[in-house]
């Protein structure tokens, strides 16, 4: 073969895996911004209320517990590798402070992705909480003010969470819609590797003495916590229609869960299997340079100790509104005017 033939092969070669490199990309359902500076405001709440079901007496089989929370208003933004966002908690509670009182509340997370898989890590804490409809066990409370403030009791959730897409094409970051976004429909199965320790805890037993049962120790516990590990198996669905995302993520599963009771400083534990819910829902305006998204995440912790048990969702609700800058370009019109004065200026120096 001579020289000119090999030559010729090489550069059909090299084409042909340039245009088949840009079909490739033109067939993925989604569509990076890498390249774009992209900023964001949200705004929104979470919150964790909670319940602790019993055969209570007067035929009550639950009592419920909801903390106060406060607006938050958050600015950040991405761009290439960099992302970074902060948050402003809003003087006003969304609820009555004379009923519901007063809850701190920290929540602290990070997330990325490598290859399918897609993790994150998060910490929640709430401190101070509100037993609803306290009349019916106390006759001090009146249905004007009906709920009983507790302070002292604390919730609190630490979980590192891995989702398994079965799908490469099915990214989070095109889901979530903000440093990418899909231009069509796209659905996979998922599997989320889950680890977890979560619980309730007060200083004095969790349930008023009107609520307690002296046969049951359970009933009298200022502790319940659990830590749990398992694999939840789920469904994802992202729908595109004109200039409308919508996506929704969820898994049903059960996990291998080491679970205890403290009351009287005696502490008691046991071994057992606790189901998991998995919900993710983000829907909204997505277009290449702007989105306005509504976002929505809810996790769903229980622990039982045959008919005793605690449930508690931590949950958020967002609207998240952003632009996408192309400033590569800006940057090279910016650098293409410099040169071109620094070219006149030295023709006029001649």
């Not at 088949?20 to 992209?38: E, F, I, M, N, T």
């Not at 009592?63 to 006003?92: A, C, D, E, H």
């Not at 401190?127 to 609803?132: D, I, L, Q, T």
């Not at 200022?222 to 200039?243: K, L, T």
């Amino acid at each position: 073969m001579s020289s000119r033939i090999r030559i010729l092969f090489l550069f059909l070669s090299l084409f042909s895996c340039s245009v088949y490199g840009q079909v490739a990309d033109s067939l993925l359902p989604y569509q990076k911004y890498g390249s774009r500076l992209v900023l964001y405001s949200d705004f929104g709440w979470s919150t964790a209320p909670m319940s602790i079901g019993y055969p209570f007496p007067q035929g009550m089989k639950r009592v419920k517990y909801r903390n106060n929370f406060n607006p938050v208003l958050g600015f950040g933004f991405s761009y290439k590798w960099m992302s970074l966002r902060f948050g402003i908690t809003l003087p006003n509670s969304v609820r009555s402070k004379n009923k519901y009182g007063k809850t701190k509340y920290y929540d602290l997370g990070f997330d990325f992705s490598f290859k399918n898989m897609y993790f994150d890590v998060d910490w929640h804490l709430y401190e101070g909480y509100a037993m609803r409809d306290a009349y019916r066990w106390n006759d001090t409370i009146t249905k004007a003010e009906p709920n009983l403030i507790r302070e002292d009791i604390n919730a609190s959730s630490f979980s590192i969470n891995a989702w398994q897409f079965w799908k490469e094409e099915f990214k989070m970051a095109a889901f979530r819609g903000k440093t990418a976004s899909y231009h069509r429909d796209i659905r996979t199965f998922y599997l989320k590797y889950t680890t977890n320790y979560h619980g309730i805890s007060s200083n004095q037993p969790l349930l008023p003495k009107e609520l307690q049962d002296s046969t049951e120790s359970k009933t009298s516990s200022s502790v319940i916590a659990a830590f749990d590990v398992g694999v939840v198996p789920g469904y994802a669905y992202v729908r595109r229609w004109r200039i409308f995302q919508f996506g929704i993520m969820g898994g049903v599963g059960i996990v291998l869960q080491s679970k205890l009771y403290t009351f009287d400083e005696t502490t008691r534990s046991f071994l057992g299997l606790a189901p998991r819910v998995d919900i993710k829902v983000i829907g909204g305006i997505n277009r290449p340079k702007y989105f306005i998204m509504f976002v929505s995440d809810f996790d769903n912790k229980s622990i039982a100790f045959n008919d005793f048990n605690y449930r508690q969702t931590y949950y958020y609700l967002k609207l998240v509104g952003g632009v996408r800058l192309n400033v590569t370009k800006k940057k090279e019109a910016r650098e293409a005017a410099e040169k071109k004065a620094r070219e006149e200026e030295e023709k006029n120096k001649k």
